[in-house]
């Protein structure tokens, strides 16, 4: 294969990183705004920084391997050295950017020392709802900061994992038997059911609301069929980072 030589190779290199760029932005910017975690980030500052710095290295030799081997397949073009070098330097200042423009840098909060992580077993975990549908439940958990100041937490979030088959999630809900624990929001994903509370009892107790099988009634007349009882069994004390190591996932 016979190749010709390549002209105008700082816009051949540049054009393509000004690309990449704009479409990591844009990635960026719709994972944010769809909710979606695209990295995550280790609480200890000193690895992390080793571990970014290695990715980083073998990302950019990876990259630009590929883009030669596509330039060189597609262009037929035999590529000088100077082309190489403008590659890698130009590669270098763009992942550079886009890890200095979204790496969350106020990722850690300086006043937060460390937290406590407690663990709450309910005295029952299978619930069974009208249609006989069998709702799991597992160790429920919440976490409490501790400050190197006079701060303290103002809301936390009650955490109870769910485990469910065949059955429409709508037909339930969980609700805190003593209302004035409550913060006022509660929300929920696949996995667990999450209450906000403005403190942390040892004993937290849960009602658990069916919606009414009436189809006339429905959700204007629920119907109490549980009460749960998370006792708090368990306190760790874990370090800081950027995302709260409560999940419903890990016990």
Do not use: H
Request: charged letters at 20%; glycine letters at 2%.
């Amino acid at each position: 294969m016979t190749f010709k030589k390549e002209e105008k190779l700082f816009l051949k290199a540049f054009i393509p990183n000004i690309i990449f760029f704009a479409f990591t932005y844009i990635l960026y910017q719709v994972a944010i705004k769809k909710g979606v975690n695209i990295a995550v980030f280790s609480p200890n500052k000193n690895t992390e920084f080793m571990a970014i710095l290695i990715s980083l290295t073998i990302v950019l030799i990876i990259i630009s391997l590929i883009e030669i081997f596509i330039f060189k397949l597609f262009f037929n073009a035999d590529l000088y050295k100077t082309y190489y070098k403008l590659l890698y330097i130009l590669n270098t200042i763009t992942y550079s950017i886009i890890l200095c423009s979204f790496y969350p840098k106020p990722y850690i909060n300086k006043e937060i020392i460390n937290y406590n992580r407690y663990l709450y077993t309910p005295n029952k975990t299978t619930l069974k709802l009208f249609d006989n549908t069998i709702i799991e439940i597992g160790v429920a958990c919440s976490s409490e900061n501790n400050y190197n100041t006079n701060q303290n937490d103002s809301i936390y979030n009650f955490k109870i994992p769910i485990k469910q088959t065949g059955s429409d999630r709508m037909l339930y809900t969980f609700k805190l038997l003593d209302v004035t624990l409550k913060d006022g929001s509660t929300a929920e994903d696949l996995n667990c059911k999450i209450i906000s509370l403005k403190k942390l009892d040892r004993i937290i107790k849960i009602v658990f609301v069916q919606r009414n099988p009436n189809q006339n009634i429905g959700w204007e007349n629920p119907i109490a069929t549980d009460t749960i009882l998370f006792t708090k069994t368990k306190t760790e004390i874990r370090k800081s980072g950027y995302y709260e190591d409560c999940d419903c996932i890990e016990n």
